[in-house]
């Protein structure tokens, strides 16, 4: 999309609940075509939909496993030593723990509203987490079924998003482009795959229960998820009104790691509309693509 | 929130159901014996703990239920409280064009500020975890049964399907390794 082309190609590891899609989800708002027209190489990871087979599949196969394959693919098809990675939510506890047991792989981490430090998380999920009997579940039913997640939404901002998000839709019925978006995103948030038992039971567990990232006592496969060993250069963003992953929760990150490049940028917008709205173009890609820039 | 029964009485009703199953199995098991023929004897045999998991579902129902009631509890004295405060803010609102809209507006922002008050809170945390946990622990016995069913079926148990996954996951594991591990060294000494 440009001539301009960057050398470190960017790999996208995306969360665990909803899909891949919404850093695409419309032309005009597009993560990835804004920064492929950046001139940045893109790849983007789409976790698949767990089966009851895949209940024991845990951290060690999302981080060593998965992650590790496609960032040899990413190394092997664009002939580079290091790629530039980004998690964002989940996908960036996912890309923080391999940042530090891969640190000879990342040549810069970009950490969207990560998912680090539990016990400051302030939102309703958090407190839902707490309390959860992870054990109990993992073991009578498997995976996380998604109807339980769309529980765990349904109370955020119950009657803003069950209420006024559809009064607001009628009343924009006859613009296209409205509907058009709204339908889009609507369709986004209702496909969300089961997360797997495994992964699901470490992850409620060693984040949200006894908070042991952020202390550097999480272990993966035997091996010490160290922060201070994610030296490259490193970017969080965070968005002050996210209800799903409170700023508080994201930003010990930053002063977790052992880089001395590192950047801290807040924005005032909430946790999607970090990475698909007008304020994700006009400032959050065109700072990350300047950063980006300066380091491919 | 509704007290609970007190613990000598659903002991004391437990083991009285127990007792009386383990009578009618006894009493049953000579008969059923002679009348069943085919696979469906190990059913018979094993209706005894269909009717052991049965009388388990019912005192795990009452505590669940318990926590039914205060979860819709808690959410009915929010909703009062929240529209108790639209009610006292309403009067304030100008009499014009937009009163629906500033109407909408503050109930809107009271109501999800109190619900989300309720849902951050220890007392709704620590009620739904139990809840939830209530609501496990019939699944697990409703598997139990169905487990029951199924062996009377020669068909494989929940925990014998979740052996073959586990080892499954193992394989796929070891393998996805091998390959990885070739792939590195393969790019290894193309580098070379």
């Known amino acids: 999309m440009t001539d301009d082309q960057k050398k470190t190609p960017l790999l996208i590891s995306y ?163 409205f509907v058009d978006n709204f339908l889009r995103v609507e369709k986004w948030l209702g496909d969300t795959p089961p997360i797997p038992g495994e992964l699901f039971r470490q992850w409620i567990k060693d984040i949200y229960q006894d908070n042991l990232l952020i202390q550097n006592m999480m272990h993966i496969e035997g091996e010490r998820v160290d922060l201070k060993k994610i030296d490259m250069p490193i970017f969080t963003q965070v968005a002050v009104g996210d209800h799903l992953v409170s700023p508080e929760c994201s930003m010990p990150l930053h002063y977790a790691v052992g880089s001395e490049d590192k950047t801290l940028r807040m924005y005032p917008t909430g946790h999607v509309g970090m990475i698909a709205s007008r304020l994700s173009q006009k400032r959050v890609l065109p700072e990350l693509g300047r950063w980006l820039s300066d380091r491919s | 929130m ?51 998991e049965m009388i388990e579902i019912s005192q795990i129902m009452t505590e669940f239920n318990r926590h039914l009631a205060e979860y819709y509890k808690q959410l009915t004295e929010t909703w009062a409280t929240a529209q108790k405060k639209v009610n006292l803010k309403a009067p304030e609102i100008p009499q014009d064009i937009e009163q629906v809209d500033a109407l909408k507006r503050i109930w809107i922002d009271i109501f999800d500020n109190d619900f989300t008050e309720l849902f951050d809170s220890e007392k709704f945390g620590k009620n739904y975890g139990n809840l939830v ?48 591990h070739l792939k590195k060294r393969g790019m290894r000494k193309n580098a070379e």
């Open chain 1, 15 to 177: 969360a665990l609940i909803n899909r891949f899609h919404i850093l695409d989800i419309h032309p005009e708002k597009s993560w990835v075509r804004n920064l492929l027209k950046q001139g940045f190489d893109i790849y983007m990871i789409d976790w698949g939909t767990p089966t009851s087979m895949d209940k024991y599949l845990d951290f060690d196969d999302y981080v060593n496993g998965y992650l590790d394959a496609h960032v040899e693919h990413v190394k092997n098809e664009s002939s580079n030593e290091k790629i530039s990675l980004q998690g964002y939510c989940t996908g960036a506890t996912i890309a923080t723990a391999y940042a530090s047991l891969h640190p000879d792989s990342v040549k810069n981490y970009i950490a969207t509203a990560p998912v680090i430090d539990g016990w400051r998380d302030t939102t309703v999920i958090s407190n839902l987490a707490k309390h959860m009997d992870v054990d109990k579940m993992v073991e009578i039913i498997g995976n996380m079924p998604p109807e339980f997640m769309y529980y765990c939404f349904s109370v955020l901002k119950p009657f803003e998003q069950g209420i006024e998000k559809y009064v607001n839709f009628f009343r924009n019925i006859d613009n296209k482009r």
């Open chain 2, 133 to 180: 946990s209530k609501e496990l622990e019939l699944t697990k016995h409703w598997n139990n049964i169905t487990n029951v069913i199924l062996q009377s079926a020669n068909l494989p148990s929940k925990e014998e399907i979740d052996e073959a996954y586990k080892e499954i996951h193992s394989l796929k594991k070891r393998v996805g390794r091998l390959e990885l």
């Open chain 2, 2 to 52: 509704q007290s609970e029964p007190p613990k000598e009485i659903t002991d004391y009703y437990k083991h009285l159901a127990l007792f009386w199953t383990d009578i009618i199995y006894l009493m049953s098991n000579k008969p059923q014996a002679l009348a069943s023929t085919g696979p469906m004897r190990a059913f018979a045999a094993n209706s005894k703990k269909i009717s052991a």
